[in-house]
């Protein structure tokens, strides 16, 4: 009985000691851009009230957007966008699930940046599909920041369904590039 009630002390320790380890940092105002070019035009967004959080411990990622958020130059692009192509009352929401693959490397504890690599799935126009992003993490002041440059992530709207009027073609590219750009602080 007493070896037991050791054990027992022994995993509660360890399991207490691990959900101390565990750090989630979150934010509700996260920046999500994105930019599409083409010799016609360039048509620029951007959402500055994405919910992001991290898990430290496993490296567990999520991100969460509202489409009709984003804001555009020009009041009819954001009409064009959330009526013909994003379909914004039918697809509200567009979201990111996903695990840093090399979460080992970053240090939580000591200012720095890292590069890494994000894989998970991303879900916009209620397609889901397997993408792996890469990035960097910046820990700073006891904040971090998760950021991609939209020359390393890009996305093809024919990819989630998204269909562009042969009219339109020229004006949207046939990849978009996307930034994000998410401070994070710790949650208790």
């Known amino acids: ?5 050791r054990c027992f002390t022994l995993v509660t320790l360890m ?12 934010t509700s105002t996260g920046t999500v851009s994105f930019h599409s ?5 360039d048509i620029d ?33 954001k009409t064009h966008f959330n009526e013909n192509y994003m379909e914004s009352t ?12 090399d979460n080992s490397k970053v240090n939580y504890t000591k200012d720095g940046s890292y590069t890494v690599s994000v894989k998970g799935k991303l879900t916009m126009h209620g397609v889901t599909k397997e993408v792996t992003i890469p990035g960097t993490i910046t820990v700073k002041g006891g904040k971090i920041t998760l950021a991609t440059k939209g020359t390393d992530f890009k996305v ?10 042969q009219a339109y073609k020229t004006k949207i590219a046939d990849e978009i ?9 710790k949650k208790s």
């Open 1 to 5: 009985m007493k070896n037991q009630l």
């Open 15 to 26: 399991m207490a000691g691990s959900l101390l380890q565990a750090q989630v940092y979150k």
């Open 37 to 41: 070019h083409t010799k016609v035009e």
């Open 45 to 77: 967004a951007t959402n500055s009230s994405v919910t992001a959080a991290l898990s430290t411990a496993s490296g567990d990622i999520q991100f969460s957007l509202s489409v009709n958020s984003f804001q555009f130059k020009k009041e009819l692009m």
């Open 90 to 101: 039918k697809f509200p929401k567009a979201s990111f699930k996903g695990k840093i693959e």
């Open 156 to 165: 093809k709207p024919a990819d989630y369904g998204v269909k562009i009027e």
């Open 177 to 185: 590039e996307i930034t994000v750009n998410c401070e994070l602080t």
